[in-house]
């Protein structure tokens, strides 16, 4: 069955740290570049984040940048996000997304998780 | 990088057609055909329907299709149906090689 799983959403105060996860199946996972994006309660989708199919390259949105990292591990197939001083409008269902194409990002998303909820508050 | 500009809401009657604008600038709408569309019923995931521009994955009706003028590009879809009833977003590659939502157009079926 083709399907991202996204996990380790939760509650956290601001300032601290967050680990997201999100586990693949269906398809060859260490072939295609994998993202993050993000929505705000009742808000639009905002992009986080980027990467490559190897891990080699990664890009960032201009609101994490410096603060969160995304990485993967293809021996698990699942793709991570390391949220760190986080405030609360990173408060957010957080999604992970496949990228369309094998080896290229093409920066289309052809399948989405259901999504973890992140809530930054005190 | 600012978000892409997208009208709030835009409505029809079943049947009718309706055009979805998404503004943009020379470093990203303008300059690259890295544009798509996505379509986000409530309380779901957001589906792909138009990548590059006006290229429909299999299985997206042909009664959606997308252009691109300048910095604008628009998502039309026609003969509209109650199952068409959704929040679209559009897309773009940026200069910056990050990627820029526009903030979203609810689509309401009279």
């Known amino acids: 069955q083709v399907q991202l799983v996204e996990s380790g959403g939760g509650v956290v105060q601001p300032g601290r740290s967050l680990r997201l996860s999100c586990a693949a199946s269906?398809?060859?996972?260490?072939?295609?570049?994998m993202h993050w994006v993000r929505q705000a309660p009742g808000k639009g989708l905002e992009w986080v984040a980027v990467?490559?199919?190897?891990?080699?390259?990664?890009y960032y949105g201009d609101s994490v940048e410096g603060r969160f990292t995304i990485s993967r591990d293809n021996s698990k197939n699942t793709v991570f996000l390391q949220m760190n001083s986080l405030r609360p409008e990173d408060a957010a269902v957080y999604y992970c997304?496949?990228?369309?194409?094998?080896?290229?990002?093409?920066?289309?998303?052809?399948?989405w998780g259901r999504g973890t909820l992140v809530t930054v508050s005190s | 990088q600012s978000a892409l500009t997208q009208p709030p809401s835009v409505s029809g009657s079943p049947g009718q057609s309706v055009t979805i604008s998404c503004s943009g600038t020379?470093?990203?709408?303008?300059?690259?055909?890295?544009v798509s569309w996505y379509q986000q019923p409530p309380g779901t995931a957001p589906k792909l329907m138009i990548y590059e521009v006006s290229n429909r994955p299999s299985g997206v009706p042909d009664r959606f299709s997308g252009s691109k003028s300048g910095n604008t590009a628009s998502l039309t879809i026609s003969g509209l149906q109650a199952e068409d009833e959704a929040d679209y977003y559009c897309?773009?590659?940026?200069?910056?090689?990050?990627?820029?939502f526009g903030g979203g157009t609810k689509l309401t079926v009279l």
């Open positions: 269906g398809f060859t996972f260490s072939s295609y570049g």
């Open positions: 897309t773009s590659y940026t200069r910056s090689t990050t990627l820029v």
């Open positions: 990467v490559s199919y190897d891990g080699s390259n990664k």
């Open positions: 020379s470093s990203d709408v303008g300059t690259y055909n890295r």
């Open positions: 997304a496949k990228d369309t194409y094998t080896w290229a990002i093409i920066w289309y998303f052809d399948l």
